[in-house]
T-cell receptor
């Protein structure tokens, strides 16, 4: 398996634009997580899904953020409109009930 | 989730064992201890997890005290590539609703030549 695949790896966008981050989890994993990492706040859990259903979205900072998981092999995290303070590395991870979570390489987002 | 306490930083000489401690005195009976690490600019990497028995895999060993209030991650022969931030996380595992990991500040391990 290729592991958790995230795209794009890097994204630079202007303030006010819509940004969509994509994630393909490991086949057979039934949980998917979105995290954000900054120097100031460390790794923050934004939302996680179990069997394609959002379980806990209390970490989503505000209504500008939304996440979907239309099927077991794909998830998106959307920011609309984007702001400079959204600049961070966004990680997607997936797991099976039996083991640990496996992370993608992340998307480095810069909003100018 | 039970809170964990880790030293902010540690040094280890290359080739020696690195012993990373974690305190989780409020752990409850159904909570597991997970260890992850994050090498600079990469995503966190799963290392090992356990409930109450000691565990070993190709990466590391996990020693959990009998009262489960603390644990130690052991890298038996540290290499320069083991330089990373190591996170100890305590979380219940529920196969029906899934689980989430909340990362703290971790221990920054520096392996020196």
């Amino acid at each position: 398996d290729a592991g958790v695949i995230q795209s794009p790896r890097h994204e630079v966008t202007e303030m006010g634009q819509e940004v969509t981050l994509r994630c393909k989890p490991i086949s057979g994993h039934n949980s998917l997580f979105w995290y954000r990492q900054t120097m100031m706040r460390g790794l923050e859990l934004l939302i996680y899904f179990n069997n394609n259903v959002p379980i806990d979205d209390s970490g989503m900072p505000e209504d500008r953020f939304s996440a979907k998981m239309p099927n077991a092999s794909f998830s998106t995290l959307k920011i609309q409109p984007s702001e400079p303070r959204d600049s961070a590395v966004y990680f997607c991870a997936s797991s099976s009930p039996a083991g640990g979570a496996f992370f993608g390489q992340g998307t480095r987002l810069t909003v100018v | 989730d039970a809170k964990t306490t880790q030293p902010p930083s540690m040094d280890c000489a290359e080739g020696r064992a690195a012993n990373l401690p974690c305190n989780h005195s409020t752990i409850s009976g159904n909570e597991y201890v997970y260890w992850y690490r994050q090498i600079h600019s990469q995503g966190p990497q799963y290392i090992i997890h356990g409930l109450k028995n000691n565990e070993t895999n190709e990466m590391a060993s996990l020693i959990i005290t009998e009262d489960r209030k603390s644990s130690t991650l052991i890298l038996p022969h540290a290499t320069l590539r083991d330089t990373a931030v190591y996170y100890c996380i305590v979380r219940a595992k529920n196969s029906n609703s899934g689980y989430a990991l909340n990362f703290g500040k971790g221990t920054s391990l520096l392996v020196t030549p």
